[in-house]
């Protein structure tokens, strides 16, 4: 989780200016005692997960492609985990991770490889959605080749999301920016346009938006539910501070796809 973290708020570290500054694997055994019989751990086989090598190339082109509609400036350390024009063998983990090495190196334990994996705080997500894996480097050595591919850099274009639906994390989101509009008395009619949605962990999600409105901004959040049913909304990163033209493109991104989108009226008379 803490990659994760640094992931985002190195490659956005913004504030947005009103202020808006600060959305494991678990391991199942079951013990059985029997008389004359010490504890016993039983574990659930998983079923192993089979993926092509055309397959692989085409998701992880669609995930390159995913960040990149994002970020708008691809972030190094996800743009250097594939170089144009350089040829990978593809493996696979049995697990729905794909991994890729460098013509001529071998997956073996101590080495990185890059990949496209379910983090071990997403490991207990059913059904995660392929943009919400993790893509960066790992250490892996267990994988089984699948083929290999050239890379060539995706032609950008709209991904393909699914509509979103209103969740307690959505609502947090809404809250958070009332709050702070109406804390610098910016009054007006505000539309909140959702863009990223990924859940990082059981109970956190990632969320970007863009607000227009009397002005027009970018935000980035971690929300995190906790056991007492309540949210907590934490900017992780943001328009106006540092990169005001990259947080409009962001924005503008983020509106094209019209994932959801909602209102907010702030008047405080």
């Given at each position: 989780?803490?990659?994760?973290?640094?992931?985002?708020?190195?490659?956005?570290?913004?504030?947005?200016?009103?202020?808006?500054?600060?959305?494991?694997?678990?391991?199942?055994?079951?013990?059985?005692?029997?008389?004359?019989?010490?504890?016993?751990?039983?574990?659930?086989?998983?079923?192993?997960?089979?993926?092509?090598?055309?397959?692989?190339?085409?998701?992880?082109?669609?995930?390159?492609?995913y960040y990149q509609w994002f970020y708008v400036r691809m972030?190094?350390?996800?743009?250097?985990?594939?170089?144009?024009?350089?040829?990978?063998n593809i493996y696979a983990d049995g697990c729905g991770g794909i991994f890729w090495m460098e013509e001529g190196e071998t997956p073996s334990a101590g080495f990185q490889c890059a990949g496209i994996y379910k983090s071990e705080q997403q490991?207990?997500?059913?059904?995660?959605?392929?943009?919400?894996?993790?893509m960066e480097s790992s250490y892996r050595s267990d994988l089984q080749k699948i083929g290999s591919m050239n890379w060539r850099k995706p032609e950008l274009s709209k991904p393909q999301l699914p509509s979103l639906?209103?969740?307690?994390?959505?609502?947090?989101?809404?809250a958070y920016i009332r709050n702070e509009l109406s804390e610098k008395k910016k009054d007006g009619t505000y539309q909140v346009y959702f863009g990223r949605y990924e859940d990082l962990g059981r109970d956190v999600r990632s969320i970007s938006v863009a607000v227009?409105?009397?002005?027009?901004?970018y935000l980035q959040c971690w929300v995190t539910k906790y056991e007492d049913g309540t949210y907590e909304c934490l900017p992780v990163g943001g328009?106006?501070?540092?990169?005001?033209?990259?947080?409009m493109e962001k924005a503008e991104r983020i509106i094209q796809l019209g994932r959801l989108v909602t209102e907010l009226e702030i008047n405080e008379f």
């Open positions: 989780m803490r990659d994760r973290v640094m992931h985002i708020v190195e490659a956005e570290r913004l504030v947005v200016d009103l202020e808006i500054t600060g959305q494991e694997r678990e391991s199942k055994e079951e013990k059985a005692e029997a008389a004359g019989q010490s504890e016993e751990v039983s574990t659930t086989r998983k079923e192993v997960v089979e993926i092509t090598a055309e397959e692989a190339r085409e998701r992880i082109a669609e995930l390159y492609n972030p190094y350390d996800i743009e250097f985990l594939l170089k144009e024009g350089k040829t990978y490991e207990s997500i059913v059904d995660l959605p392929w943009y919400g894996y993790t639906l209103e969740d307690g994390y959505v609502r947090e989101v809404e227009t409105g009397e002005e027009t901004f328009s106006y501070m540092g990169e005001k033209k990259a947080g």
